[in-house]
């Protein structure tokens, strides 16, 4: 029996379960990568930021974080912060919750639908399973002594689509856990941001001292000749 035996077998919830599987699987590829380009190294951004805000002030450090191009979470809650940090710090970071959260919905988008798909997987196999469990008992209503044959396509019906919501459900749980693991430490390094910046705007900015000028001579007194007449 091949796999197309096996879909006939199975009735119409295995096809329902095959698109499912596909949604799962493309969902789980398309958020994958939206991570991996989310989750680019910023340390070197923010080392380079919170340089530039103690030499030259916030501005500076804003201008570095837009010259940089990166649109990452962690450089967008800097650049949050830093876009306010001329009103002090609580503005500063009251910025960067706000930007936090809307970073939020970026990372952790397509978790909770990976999570329904978890759950509606094995109930859609048990439904598959009613539906064969039930074909079966109507063969033994309608003939008095079935054969196995008669019997075998409610069985496998019940016990194909079991194994189908199953293996979904799995696929859709190890994937969900997985992605968040990877969003988790995605936002981690918005988190640093957040918690660091504060601490900088603290801090005076170092301004260049002017340059010592030498004091000039003294004066030397003239002295009158000694053969002058006074």
């Not at 949604?23 to 380079?48: H, K």
């Not at 759950?119 to 399973?129: D, F, N, R, Y």
């Not at 293996?167 to 941001?193: M, P, S, T």
């Amino acid at each position: 029996m091949n796999v197309l035996d096996l879909a006939r077998a199975a009735g119409p919830l295995l096809w329902v379960l095959l698109a499912l599987s596909l949604y799962v699987v493309y969902l789980t590829v398309a958020r994958l990568l939206a991570l991996m380009r989310m989750g680019q190294d910023a340390s070197a951004l923010i080392e380079r930021a919170r340089a530039l805000t103690a030499e030259s002030g916030p501005q500076a450090a804003l201008r570095e974080v837009d010259l940089s191009g990166l649109d990452i979470p962690a450089a967008q809650v800097l650049r949050a912060g830093l876009n306010r940090a001329d009103r002090g710090p609580e503005a500063a970071q009251a910025a960067m919750n706000a930007a936090l959260i809307q970073e939020d919905g970026r990372m952790y988008a397509g978790l909770s639908a990976l999570g329904t798909a978890a759950q509606i997987a094995p109930l859609l196999g048990l439904l598959g399973t009613v539906v064969g469990m039930v074909r079966s008992f109507l063969v033994f209503s309608a003939t008095n002594n079935p054969t196995p044959t008669e019997l075998a396509q409610g069985i496998s019906e019940a016990l194909i689509n079991t194994a189908a919501g199953l293996i979904v459900a799995i696929v859709a749980y190890v994937a969900r856990n997985a992605l968040r693991n990877k969003a988790n430490a995605v936002a981690a390094q918005a988190e640093r941001v957040r918690e660091e910046l504060p601490s900088w705007l603290l801090r005076p900015v170092a301004v260049p001292a002017a340059p010592v000028r030498p004091a000039p001579a003294p004066e030397r007194p003239v002295m009158a000749p000694t053969g002058a007449r006074l």
